[in-house]
């Protein structure tokens, strides 16, 4: 998958997780995967005060 400049593949058969920050306008500034070879799954993304954000999940 590719967002922005980025490539961004999956670990493996199971599910992984993508997070992308987008501007207001939708322009990406920067995308990453979380996973491992086995299942994982995003519970919740909350953003902290200054803005960054804060991914709960399972792996």
């Given at each position: 998958?590719?967002?922005?400049?980025?490539?961004?593949?999956?670990?493996?058969?199971?599910?992984?997780?993508f997070v992308?920050?987008?501007?207001?306008?939708?322009?990406?500034?920067?995308?990453?995967?979380?996973?491992?070879?086995?299942?994982?799954?995003?519970?919740?993304?909350?953003?902290?005060?200054?803005?960054?954000?804060?991914?709960?999940?399972?792996?």
């Amino acid at each position: 998958m590719s967002i922005g400049d980025d490539e961004l593949s999956a670990s493996g058969d199971a599910g992984d997780v993508f997070v992308v920050n987008l501007t207001a306008a939708g322009v990406p500034l920067w995308s990453r995967r979380f996973g491992s070879p086995e299942g994982d799954a995003a519970i919740a993304v909350k953003s902290e005060p200054s803005g960054n954000p804060l991914l709960v999940g399972t792996a």
